[in-house]
Nanobody
Framework: QVLPVESGGGSVQAGGSLRLSCAAPANTYTCLTWFRQDPGKERERVAGIFTGGGPPEYGDFVQGRFTISQDNAENTVYLEMRSLKTEDTAMYYC?????????????????WGQGTQVTVSS
């Protein structure tokens, strides 16, 4: 089982940008999704990409601020985050699954990375 590897987290001021990377062989999944979780809160979907086609899917809170993209040559999926807010502070996880579609339900994903911390200060 190949686990995704996240990178790119860090600390940034509100209004700033970060780019997260998730390294995962493209032939090991059909859906790759970024989730995030803050202590005491449920894990929520940030953005997902399905290799079978269709537009990426985003959590409602994203509101056009984030973009998920895939570079198959690099076996990497990126999450570009702009106009960051303090409420975006969380541990960000990359997860993959095989199946006929993506899903916002984290319980349907069986392969998870270790996570990368994003901290947004005011």
């Amino acid at each position: 089982q190949v686990l995704p590897v996240e990178s790119g987290g860090g600390s940034v001021q509100a209004g700033g940008s970060l780019r997260l990377s998730c390294a995962a062989p493209a032939n090991t999944y059909t859906c790759l999704t970024w989730f995030r979780q803050d202590p005491g809160k449920e894990r929520e979907r940030v953005a997902g990409i399905f290799t079978g086609g269709g537009p990426p899917e985003y959590g409602d809170f994203v509101q056009g601020r984030f973009t998920i993209s895939q570079d198959n040559a690099e076996n990497t999926v990126y999450l570009e985050m702009r106009s960051l807010k303090t409420e975006d502070t969380a541990m960000y996880y990359c997860a993959t699954r095989t199946g006929l579609a993506c899903s916002p339900d984290p319980s349907l994903f069986n392969t998870w990375g270790q996570g990368t911390q994003v901290t947004v200060s005011s």
